[in-house]
């Protein structure tokens, strides 16, 4: 499209555009945690980050959208658990979603997909500016990730697929967005890890949803399928997994934790039904004599809810789950006076409070690892009694909850 042209379209295109997302205000979309899981164990780490098929327009929760279409797709594919983190907006752009990130620690994940210029296909952004917004979102997102993670670049959809803009200055959107999908695909070609993927839904079919979730189990098969191979060559160190992190100093690193420990608010709280339900049904499943919720704080362990255990809290020092939270997934000590980390420990010694544990790390919304649910009992326990896919699911839902406001009081706030 002719600079002149653009330039003389653009109002008209803007206040199209405004007047008819006026029209969507009314159609479903998710309310719940932006998370997803499949259930396994050693999981991939998928955020997704965007506008347009990202929010979940038509379905009333994530687990139906594309963050829960394609963690069950993934897993079906890789055989392991799929952990998926959601930073959506209607509004976003590639000149606004850094901020959007806020506090996610990026280095975390396995693979980021970006589902972004919906929003700036219909204010006809031209292609140098596109190539120069999403070059630099592009550049630090692959700063600040690991040199593992891979990147997925959805393309824009014809704009005329969605229903409220199924109207004669479409024609001009859809023009656009095929401009800045061909500038996307050479920025993919360009940078590394990256991949970009062409993206031809049909139409709308369902005008009262905008989308079904047939539809986001069609878009989670096309990203599954391209990104199943790279996450198991990751797994299987074709790519060699960590080269190239930069870790931060333990020192450093402690003080991030800790600060997610301090926003989430959680210390020293009131018992809570919801947690307390919660330990009680992971120590009834293990059937351990003892479980607990835990927050490392400083230099303690704090409970948040506990079943066979006396003390609030405990010194760090002693902790089994400071072991717990230095790694993203279980934690199993088959027996721990045999164990030369914890045979000296004062909860083995004695009475032997603890000889089998399993712990799993809980996580802030930041990927910071608080503390962790964790089961243990007197007497010890082969690793092959333990069902370590059933701990995550359990650890997962303690995660979720730590999102959803204290009953009858404030919110946590969020880390």
Known sequence: MHDLT??????????????????????????????????GIDSDRVLILGC????????????????????????????RGVDI???????MTAANAL?????????????VVLTIG??????????????????????????EASQSTHFYILGIAPIRSIEIFNLPLGFIADHSAADLNRVSAQLAAEAPRTTFLPFSPGATL????????????????????????????????????????????????????????????????????????????AQRLFETESAVIS???HDRQWHKARVGVAAPEIPRADSLCAYTIAGDGPFVVEDAQKDQRFSQNPLVLGDSLIRFYAGFPIESS???????????????????????????????????????????????PPA
């Open 6 to 39: 653009r330039w003389a379209v653009r109002p008209l295109m803007r206040v199209w555009a405004a007047v008819a997302e006026r029209q969507d205000r009314h159609l479903p979309r998710p309310s719940d945690v932006p998370q997803a899981h499949a259930p």
């Open 295 to 297: 927050v490392i704080d």
């Open 52 to 79: 347009g098929p990202a929010v979940g327009w038509g379905v009333l929760s994530h687990q139906l959208a594309l963050p829960g279409s394609l963690a069950r797709e993934l897993s079906a594919l890789t055989g």
């Open 366 to 412: 930041s990927g910071e690892r608080i503390g962790s649910l964790c089961v243990f009992d007197p007497a010890p326990r082969s690793l092959a009694e333990v069902d370590l896919v059933l701990l995550r699911e359990l650890a997962l839902l303690v995660q979720r909850e730590l999102r959803i406001p204290p009953s009858g009081g404030p919110a946590y």
């Open 118 to 143: 919906v929003n700036e296909a219909l204010t006809l952004t031209s292609r140098r500016e596109w190539r120069t917004r999403l070059g630099k979102l592009l550049t630090v997102l692959q700063r």
């Open 206 to 281: 369902t005008p009262d949803r905008h989308r079904s979730p047939v539809d986001y189990r069609d878009w989670a098969l096309l990203l599954a399928g391209a990104m199943a191979d790279t996450l198991d060559a990751a797994r299987l160190g074709i790519n060699e997994e960590h080269v190239g992190q930069r870790p931060a100093d333990a020192a450093s690193a402690e003080r991030t934790r800790q600060a997610a420990v301090d926003s989430l608010g959680i210390v020293d709280t009131p018992p809570e039904a919801r947690f307390d339900e919660l330990v009680a049904l």
């Open 85 to 91: 983190d959601l930073v959506a907006s209607r509004t």
């Open 99 to 111: 901020p959007a990130l806020n506090v996610q620690r990026l280095s975390r994940f396995d693979a």
